[in-house]
T-cell receptor
């Protein structure tokens, strides 16, 4: 079974600065997908970024980028130029390519301070 | 942009009552999912559904739970006899393909009294 670990329950960052959220996972699969989801106080799950394991290039979406280290089974999220609206819970998730269910980490609560 | 919708946004029920949570997945999606998030905890997989049958279910998805796609648009989760510990946020998700990105609905907050 796959496991996803987010070792930082809470983090904070000053507005306009950069923050990195950590995620590690454990799997015996070679093909899979990794995701970061944002959950603001409204509790809606919003997709932030997706990475395919077969791609060496790290995914980027505007201010959000990942550092995907397949050998180390590490998938960190970097948020540049942090904004107050980035304040939320962030979940890392793993999905096999041949099974649709996603496995989530415990989440990291990020607070962006003005 | 198409999105997954869920109704109601908040459901309050008495212990032992049946509840039905409703979801309308994105129209061209073929795979449907339910997840649960107890307050303050991680999101947990409940069940996946494809071609009018369950593809996979977790140990949480016991005989009290059932899913159905009663028509071409709705996807429902039924809890037959609710327990206090069923209080949680329930998320519906859908994807075009099994290994495609899942898009989540806004969730239904279920409170069992």
């Amino acid at each position: 079974a796959q496991t996803v670990t987010q070792s930082q329950p809470e983090m904070s960052v000053q507005e306009a600065e950069t923050v990195t959220l950590s995620c590690t996972y454990d799997t015996s699969e070679s093909n899979y997908y990794l995701f970061w989801y944002k959950q603001p106080p409204s509790r809606q799950m919003i997709l932030v970024i997706r990475q395919e394991a077969y791609k060496q290039q790290n995914a980027t979406e505007n201010r959000f980028s990942v550092n995907f280290q397949k050998a180390a089974k590490s998938f960190s999220l970097k948020i540049s130029d942090s904004q107050l609206g980035d304040t939320a819970m962030y979940f890392c998730a793993f999905m096999n390519t041949n099974a649709g269910k996603s496995t989530f980490g415990d989440g990291t609560t990020l607070t962006v301070k003005p | 942009e198409p999105e997954v919708t869920q109704t109601p946004s908040h459901q309050v029920t008495q212990m032992g009552q049946e509840v039905i949570l409703r979801c309308v997945p994105i129209s061209n999606h073929l795979y449907f999912y339910w997840y649960r998030q107890i307050l303050g905890q991680k999101v947990e997989f409940l069940v996946s559904f494809y071609n009018n049958e369950i593809s996979e279910k977790s140990e949480i998805f016991d005989d009290q739970f059932s899913v159905e796609r009663p028509d071409g648009s709705n996807f429902t989760l039924k809890i037959r006899s609710t327990k206090l510990e069923d209080s949680a946020m329930y998320f519906c998700a859908s994807s075009r393909q099994e290994s495609d990105t899942q898009y989540f609905g806004p969730g239904t907050r279920l409170t069992v009294l």
